[in-house]
């Protein structure tokens, strides 16, 4: 490089005008002789390398890894054609199997190749498998295994002979022979496979069967079962179909629907649901269907099934009407229809006041005012004045549109069972029957005796039975206490027997009304029988309390709903929810889940109050609160220790807060 550099520099340098200029000779590297030398010994042999070291050895290994080529091998070779000498083997047209040993030594015997399915191989009697090497003097039997095919029916009745089927099963036929071939020193034993196919099922094998089992009735016809069988596919069809019997449907009634009606008794209107006056048509009859008997596949009568127990069960105060085609209420009340039982609860309507110290209604109610006496009802009650000093009991709703003063109710509530009061009925029920007894055989005996009949049976029970006055004692504060002072029907029929009970204890100096034995033995009976069979459904559906003014030094508890005026000093109690639209002073609210009161306490006085939720999840809402209150819902209680507006305890909030639509309303 530097010996061109020097030569450049000195072509450069050379004078071009004056004198002449003689150009310096160049290098010999850089002549054509230099160039094509220099390419011969350095270039051309590091092109060659390159070539043979990365070209040829990059497409050698691509070719050998896309593209080889079969090379036959010596292995092959033999097996395609054995070598001359050497023992074959190969099967002829009749199918039997040939052996040639082989010629010369060294040689080869020839070897069956037995496959594990399809053919069974005995060499002299010895079954074969797999490989087995052969001469010509062995006894060599193949035998091919052979499916025929298969088509068969059967003809199944079921339990009730009202079904029969038909199950067919087609299958084909497999056939394996062997094929002759050329010899060869390794003869593998291959069968060929002809499948057969199955013969059609003729319709009269299946018609005669049908006709030999007896069956007859409903059959299908020759043409369906001959396209069934023709398709020569497995499965399962009905042949023959019998007639089910049929139990027909009882009539029924079905509701008529009833609309709202507004009670009216002077200055007093309140909705009656389904109240209904005498002659109005409750239901209509909707006519059922006659039973019919059946018939088996085989042409036997089937019975229809028994038929079902009437859909509705008639209660009192309906009655069907021309020729049953309307149910028509008898009496005016409230139509209950729950459960199959319908019925009309009549209605005992008293505004005047009742100056009785008990009165027990069966059904619903409507009263003028309640003051010092103890009512029982097993409906609904509706009180058009106030209640006060009063024991109320009450089965379905309660209405008062007055206010509550000292007195203590009941409505909703049911007891579990009344197996305490009929054991103590079972009792008092067997010592009267003796008394009964007594006293038939003491007047048997006295004769024409001056001595009055109502003297004697109070000598028996002070001398005789003082275990009716023990069972009388008994059942009076029995019926007071939990739980079934709050059960209507329990009290119903409990009151009147305890009462006439006492009258028939009655010291002798005073008045005995005739009679008293029989009226207590009425009493019982009725009480031991309505206690076995209980309310009928529908009576004592409950329906929550409403009380439209205030509730004062009283106790209120409610199987449902409660619904207050104002509150004063009175124990409130509701299974459900209890809502206060006045002010709650002073007392205790309990509820199942909900409480809601306007305003809690007063700015007069301090009166405490408690409001507590036995649902943890539950909730309690005040409009307006006054101290001091405490409010308790599931094991979390707080405190009203100043006066606050708008406040809510509940899961939620985890204690007082409000939303800002509840503040605003």
Known sequence: MRRAARWFRALRSRPRRGRAAVAPSP??????????RHWARVTAPRLLQFWRTHVIRTGLRWWTRNYTPPLPSSAAALLARPPWGWGTAWVDEDGQIQIRDPDQVPGVYPVLVVPPTGLRVWVNGQAATGEVVVQASDLIEVECEATPPVARFAITVDADELTAVLAVEYAEGVIRRLEPGPPHWRLTLAPAVERV???EIPVAAVLEALDRQGIRIGRVDAPTLASWLAAKQSGRWVVAQGIPPDGGEVDRYERVELPPVIRRIGERAWEAPQYVEAGT??????????????MTVRGATLQPPPPPAPPLQLGSGLAPMQHGAHLVATTAGRVVWTHGYAAVVPEEVQVEPVEAPLLAVPGDAVLGAVRRQTVVVAGDLTVLEAVEDAEVVVGGRLHVFGG?????????LRAASYE????????????????????????RHAGQTPLPRERIVSWLLDTKFPQVADCAKALRPRL????????????????????ALQALLRPAETERPPGRLETVMRHLEAAHQQWTAGPPPGLMAGGGTRILKATAASTVQSGDDLVLGDAERSDVEAAQAVQIHGA?????VHAGRAIAVHTVGSDEQAVPALLEIQDPHGSCALHHGY?????RIGLQSWSIDEEHWHWRWDAEHGGPGWSPAERDA
Not at 404 to 412: D, K
Not at 584 to 588: A, S, Y
């Open 27 to 36: 290098p010999p590297w850089l002549t054509v002789q230099g160039i094509l």
């Open 197 to 199: 196919s199955p013969p």
């Open 281 to 294: 048509i409750v239901a209509t009859l909707h006519p059922g269907r006659a039973a019919r008997p059946g």
């Open 404 to 412: 509550v003063r000292r007195s203590r109710i009941w409505q909703g």
């Open 420 to 443: 305490e009061l009929l054991t103590l009925a079972e009792a008092l029920r067997q010592r009267l029957q003796a008394l009964e007894d007594a006293l038939g055989q003491v007047l």
């Open 480 to 499: 007071r206490q939990p739980p079934y002072r709050s059960d209507a029907w329990a009290r119903l029929w409990g009151e009147p027997l305890s009462q």
């Open 584 to 588: 709650l002073v002073g007392g205790t």
């Open 627 to 631: 101290p001091p209150a405490r409010v």
